[in-house]
């Protein structure tokens, strides 16, 4: 804990001694930036439920970045986030899904026709993931997009190229399939791999990936998407998956087959903005025992499980008070033998404070308007204040 | 109730937008889809009577008054975001390396490279560059957080530097012309019309574009925007004229 503190301070003081963001020597550059952020929450319980740990502050984001480029072919990025190290190590436990490393991957651009990205980070598959989450009003991201369901980030090889004066991109990317918790070296006893492929085309112009239309689009703007993702893990008799690995839901690594299919959409103009995604997960558990198929019959389950939900967001930017506002709905069902899903209401303001673009108040407010009988939670709403300051 | 609460805070905020003040709208007589990839700038070079264009991907173009390509430069820099002509060297600005590139205007050959630092973000770097020839001195724009605009001299040595950030989101484009400096900025949509020496905000115009990066004139006075994302060079006339 010291010593990342130790390093956090010395990253801060080169910061403010030199007010340096970017060194660079005419051909290469390398940026340095950070993020900060934390909140209060506060939340309203279910009735006789009575562990209120969650009203509290919370440090969400102490993060330190360093990007850059050496010549015209290659790129790099890094960021590791303290306050998840903090954590892990406060706690003795690491949080596989925030284990203290963000981006450590290098881009080859010297190939004419594709870029190469090698290393950890960001998985291009949702759109609604690789939006940057500090770049909206929310604290938080969707339930099915927030790496418990599928994962969001993994190591691994992707190839990227994009088409039609980039209203087209295209990526594919074999990956280790244990998510976050592939930092720990190792791939699961099945050995196999995750393999990922998106494709999005945007309409009339280059879209990119961000949810606020802060320019305040003159032309209506409009991107699709669709993506896919496959993983064997079929595990050999008396192995297992390493602790966490299948997360909250048991859906994130399963011991057999999976495939995953989404399509997302979004549209942008005027300051309004709004984006649509659905994900579906076709999951064969090779072991007819397997408690995803909660109890039922190989006859009567065929084998599979289907999992899956929507997330449905609309946004509009007050330009001239800096203001986002953002509303958003939710549905998740986790398992399709069990009856219902769950559904949440979330709303959500980011007031950017004058004088500096990158300082912002945020608030967000959870509405669980129903919860799947298999993922119960024991709150009811829950609202959540902070500030966020980014180095950049 | 809930959902009539939201409905009325976001009334609320939408109409409190509306009161921000209006600059005068104009719309483009015509537009070119331009062979150039991610066209950032634009500049006009009176002895030549072209254009030169330059490129996010870090190349340098000469087209036509159509915006047809003529002559291009394989890539050198990283990311281009500026250029400026005076009829003997072409010069093309790479933002992230902080570096103006010199080239001979009829063999579009390399002459030199000028490293200027400048430590703030590698996306916020030197985005508008242009010679005052009344003042002969050049100008430097950083595209924002902030957009601090240098004076060089004709050595490119910084002589001075101002904050201009409160004109604009972002500065995207800087051109003097009619003895005036004229900016352009990409976040905002705007046009904008200095008093080159005390840089006061003489007069600001809307425009319909997306993403608009690079600002020149012709021989006439019209306008030519170029558009990044659309890949278009944009045709106004004179905003000035009646």
């Known amino acids: 804990m010291k010593k990342y503190i130790f390093l956090l301070l010395v990253i801060l003081s080169i910061n403010s001694s030199f007010a340096q963001f970017v060194i660079s020597n005419g051909q290469s550059s390398m940026e340095l930036s950070s993020n900060f952020s934390g909140f209060y929450n506060y939340r309203v319980m279910k009735p006789g439920e009575v562990d209120d740990s969650k009203d509290r502050f919370k440090l969400r984001d102490a993060q330190i970045g360093i990007d850059g480029h050496i010549g015209k072919d290659f790129e790099y990025s890094f960021k590791a986030d303290i306050a998840d190290m903090a954590a892990n190590t406060i706690t003795n436990v690491i949080d596989p899904e925030n284990p203290g490393l963000l981006n450590a991957n290098v881009t080859y651009k010297g190939f004419k026709f594709m870029e190469v990205e090698m290393g950890y980070g960001k998985l291009y598959y949702s759109r609604n993931s690789m939006v940057p989450l500090e770049n909206s009003a929310y604290w938080q991201a969707a339930e099915i997009t927030r790496g418990s369901v599928f994962s969001v980030r993994d190591i691994g090889v992707t190839l990227k190229k994009n088409f039609w004066h980039q209203r087209a991109n295209a990526y594919l990317g074999a990956y280790t399939g244990l998510g976050e918790l592939s930092l720990a070296g190792d791939n699961d006893p099945s050995g196999k791999l995750e393999y990922i492929g998106r494709f999005d085309v945007s309409f009339p112009c280059r879209y990119r990936y961000t949810e606020i239309d802060e320019r305040h689009t003159p032309i209506p703007m409009f991107q699709f998407g669709v993506a896919g993702r496959y993983a064997d893990k079929k595990l050999p008799p008396g192995t297992a998956f390493p602790a966490n690995a299948t997360s909250t839901y048991g859906l994130k690594v399963i011991d057999g087959e999976r495939y995953v299919y989404g399509f997302d959409a979004s549209f942008q103009y005027m300051g309004f903005s709004a984006q649509f995604e659905i994900h579906q997960m076709h999951s064969r558990p090779q072991n007819p025992n397997d408690p995803l198929f909660q109890n039922y019959t190989l006859n009567q389950t065929n084998g599979y499980i289907l999992s899956g939900g929507y997330i449905a967001q609309i946004n509009y930017y007050v330009k001239n008070i800096r203001t986002i506002l953002s509303a958003r709905y939710e549905e998740l069902d986790l398992n399709d033998l069990v009856i219902g899903s769950a559904r949440r209401f979330s709303p959500a303001i980011g007031y950017k404070l004058k004088g500096y673009n990158n300082a912002m108040v945020k608030f967000q407010y959870f509405n669980i308007l129903r919860d799947e009988s298999i993922d119960p939670q024991d709150f009811k709403q829950q609202f959540r204040l902070g500030f966020q300051f980014q180095l950049k | ?242």
């Open chain 2, 1 to 242: 109730m809930i959902f009539k609460n939201y409905l009325l805070i976001g009334i609320l905020f939408i109409s409190l937008s509306n009161t921000a003040q209006k600059a005068i709208k104009i719309k483009p007589t015509k537009h070119v889809f331009v062979s150039v990839p991610e066209p950032s700038d634009i500049c006009y070079d009176s002895k030549t009577d072209t254009f030169f264009i330059v490129s996010d991907a870090g190349g340098l173009f000469e087209t036509d008054k159509d915006c047809k390509v003529l002559r291009k430069k394989p890539q050198d820099g990283a990311d281009f975001e500026a250029v400026s002509s005076d009829g003997t060297f072409v010069y093309a600005v790479d933002e992230s390396n902080r570096t103006i590139y010199k080239y001979d205007i009829q063999t579009l050959q390399l002459i030199k490279k000028f490293v200027i630092p400048y430590n703030g973000a590698r996306n916020k770097g030197y985005e508008s560059f242009d010679f005052d020839k009344a003042r002969n001195r050049y100008v430097l724009i950083t595209e924002s957080n902030p957009a601090i605009l240098f004076e060089l001299d004709t050595d490119f040595k910084v002589t001075n530097q101002t904050d201009i950030s409160a004109i604009a989101k972002d500065i995207s484009s800087a051109r003097f012309h009619d003895g005036f400096l004229w900016l352009l900025s990409d976040e905002d949509m705007m046009l904008i019309k200095l008093n080159p020496t005390t840089y006061e905000v003489l007069q600001k115009w809307s425009l319909p574009v997306i993403n608009p990066e690079g600002l020149a004139f012709d021989k006439e006075g019209n306008m030519l925007i170029s558009c990044d994302d659309m890949q278009r060079v944009y045709y106004f006339n004179n905003p000035e004229k009646k």
